[in-house]
């Protein structure tokens, strides 16, 4: 992987040693959370013709089309 090829991992090791990881687990809680609130959102909205777990998995399905594909095309996917 170049991304291997191009980073000092002797320097990413150091600067994970060095993180402050108080914040990690309330800022997963509430990016969870978000991610349910916006399930629910899309329940609503397909009227609730899908269940909490397909809508669940679509949704994050669409957002990591969109990480990988150009121009947002993983609302395609979705």
């Not at 990690?24 to 978000?34: D, K, N, T, V, Y």
């Amino acid at each position: 992987m170049i991304v291997f090829a191009v980073v000092d991992l002797e320097a990413l090791v150091d600067s994970l040693a060095l993180a402050d990881y108080r914040y990690f687990f309330p800022a997963l809680l509430i990016f969870l959370a978000g991610l349910g609130v916006r399930t629910f959102a899309w329940r609503t909205l397909l009227q609730e013709a899908a269940g909490p777990k397909k809508t669940f998995f679509a949704l994050n399905e669409g957002y990591l089309l969109n990480n990988l594909l150009p121009f947002r095309l993983g609302e395609f996917g979705r």
